[in-house]
């Protein structure tokens, strides 16, 4: 069992915060074998953000495909650009507060989740990523919530005060993801 | 009998330098071997031969010795002595191969004020390849790729590594020297025994520039040549210390 | 043993450490900035020296500095990058100066992209400089394998006093995987490693005892021919050195011959294809110099249809390789993306489903 993950948004978003999160516990906490592959334009700010991550119980061969098994798009642009790489029945998780084009496909399952007002709504822009992960977890329990939430802990470290936020965020994401499953 | 001088035995005994009649090259060597036993460090000692004349040493010294790329000793020397600091470490090249192709290697090791010593010959010529520019030449001076002389319009002037790199905080000891006349010889003996002891002090960077003759590829034989390096050669590159820390 | 998740650029210059590697110098260029940074804080930790060069060039002649000294030495930059270390890294196979680099490969040819590239082949396995001389090269597939060849790299290096070339690419360098460490050389270890290299090593010596004379060319010809034959003998014994991964091929109607990422990529493919009834093999050259030869020449050709060539090259360069290997018993076909285009695993599926037809 292979599945493999497109994360694309704006730098600053953290795309890659939120791929290496879901790495680190796939690593740390499972069996798993997991790649974890990050491109960047080449501007140094304000560019654009995309990883890939694979995770498989086999050994992994490409770290990043032409055709992807989901597709989390943090922004607008991405949206446009990357949709063409989500296979057929592939699942589309997008930011809705700001991706709103209307979705030029009909041969895949779109989560909808305005990570970035529902950040706002919590007090902290920056947690969308964590919102997002909650959501891709919640939906596909690709690896355990739990193993997901201890690495987001350690990850934090000595930002303590942060984790009630984070918890607040991952669990709304999760519960996006798992009310968009049934 | 009291002994009160001999050939130094950081040269082979049977051997013979390969340098031309007339060239300071053997001289030079001689001054740093001397200096090298004065100071009980010879089994300590790796030279670093740029590319050029210089490199007949190799084969008639006594001590380590290596050969870098063209211009890159300083680099190479960086290495060594950053490696293993214990090893006393000295890079000899000519001008080409210092201030043309080695241009950055050698600003860069003396801008890091890396702990090791350079002997920098400047005969104002490349002479194994056979008398063609350098930096170093002088203006309106024949050489084999500027055959009506050096012309400042196309060429630029002659390069002045001591006052560049002075220009630099790093460097410990910048002199230059010349070998024309004995008491020149003993002037650069000392200064090359300076630069050596800097470096048993940890003190840094230091270069001797000893303003030499190239009688083959200047086209005189020695003693015209001696002549042109005192009328010619040191107006242009004035002896002294530059940097002395 | 526990895995650790570490970027590739960051598992090779930690493997360089673990082995023994005790002096880096560097200069920055994308896509193997990592390498640096890591062991600009890495090295001197354990007693090292990191030097950040004035360029490749002065960099590498570090390298070729501190490996005279018997340190275990490094240094690693990315194709164009590369090509400015080639003089020095002449000069250590002529001197015979054991020392380790890496080029984590982008696009070319000239400045070509920042992105990954499999377009320095022949420069690796060919020509990495003047003279004709050769080199082991290593071309990891994952970040375990790149960090076990870098541990290994140095070994060879020194055992036979020649440079070792660790050949990744971009991809490599920039992903993250889980990889299990090898274990960390005691001082006493590394020490001990020096010290063995004393004698020819460039740290001064007693007159009396024979100085080192490090002799990266020669004033007589004939010696400097009989270096030549030294060198030809060393690479001839390579022959046991061999490491290539052949996967499926006992059955295979079509060979898919790819190294490094490629070949990681392949393997996926070939599965793919398993899985829909296609005997597809695969043979993946761990080490492209020496290249295994060996494991193309030995194939059935009775059965084998056909080879697809995989590379992040346009034009092909493992190919020739392929090729004296192959005699013209089969047909060589080849699947290529390049210029920092990465390759695919559904466009290998497809082009092998092409030959199958």
Known sequence: MERNLMIAGFGGQGVMVMGKLLSYATCYSTDKNVTFFPSYGAEQRGGTANCYVVISDEDIGAPLGDIMDDLIVMNGPSLNKFLYKLRPGGTLYVNSSIAKDPITRDDITVVQAPVTELALELGNAKVLNVIMLGVYIGFTDVIPEDVVWETIMQQLGKKEALIPLNKQAFAKGLEIGRNARK | MKQVYKRTETFQENMVSGFCPGCMHGTVFKLIGEVLEELNIVNRTAVVLGVGCCGLAMEYITYDNTTSPHGRACAVATGIKRANPDTVVYTYQGDGDLAAIGLAETLSAANRGENFTVIFVNNGIYGMTGGQMAPTTLVGMKATTAQNGRNPKEHGYPMHMCEILNQLTAPTYLERCSCNTPANVIKTRKAIRKAFQNQLDNKGFSLVEIVTSCPTNWGLDAMESLKFLEEKMLPEYPLGVFRDR | ?357
């Open chain 3, 1 to 357: 043993m526990s895995r650790i998740f570490l970027k590739g650029c960051e598992a090779i210059a930690e493997a360089a450490v673990r082995s023994g590697c005790r002096f880096f110098a560097g200069y920055p260029i994308t896509p193997q900035n990592e390498i640096p940074e890591y062991l600009s804080r890495r090295l001197p930790e354990v007693g090292g020296t990191f030097v950040q060069g004035e360029s490749e060039v002065a960099s590498v002649n570090m390298v070729y500095g501190a490996a005279q000294t018997g340190t275990r030495a490094m240094t690693s930059s990315s194709s164009c990058g590369i090509s400015l270390k080639s003089e020095a890294i002449s000069f250590c196979a002529s001197a015979r100066i054991p020392m380790v680099y890496a080029n984590i490969a982008r696009g070319g040819p000239g400045i070509g992209s920042i992105h990954p590239a499999q377009q320095d082949y022949m420069q690796a396995t060919k020509a990495s400089g003047n003279g004709g001389f050769r080199m082991m090269v290593f071309a990891p597939a994952t970040v375990q394998e790149a960090v076990d060849m870098t541990y290994a790299a140095f070994d060879y290096a020194q055992r036979d006093r020649n440079p070792v070339l660790i050949l990744a690419d971009g991809v490599l360098g920039t992903i993250m995987e889980p990889v299990v460490l090898p274990e960390l050389r005691s001082e006493q270890e590394v020490k001990a490693l020096k010290d063995a290299q004393r004698d020819w090593a460039l740290v001064g010596h007693n007159p009396a005892d024979g100085r080192a004379f490090i002799k990266p060319g020669r004033w007589s010809t004939l010696d400097q021919e009989q270096a030549c034959k030294d060198n030809e003998a060393l690479y001839a014994s390579w022959e046991n050195d061999v490491q290539v991964e052949e996967y499926l091929v006992d059955d295979a109607q079509y060979i898919i011959t790819a190294y490094g990422i490629s070949g990681r990529i392949a393997k996926s493919a070939v599965n793919k294809l398993r899985a829909e009834g296609i005997l597809v093999g695969l043979i993946r050259p761990k080490t492209v110099s020496p290249f295994p030869y060996g494991a193309i020449e030995q194939l059935d050709y009775s059965r084998v249809k056909a080879i697809l060539d995989v590379e992040m090259s346009i034009p092909a360069q493992m190919v020739f390789d392929v090729k004296l290997a192959v005699k013209d018993r089969c047909p060589i076909h080849t699947c290529l993306r390049s210029g920092g285009e990465i390759m695919s695993r559904e466009k290998i599926v497809e082009a092998v489903r092409a030959l199958a037809q």
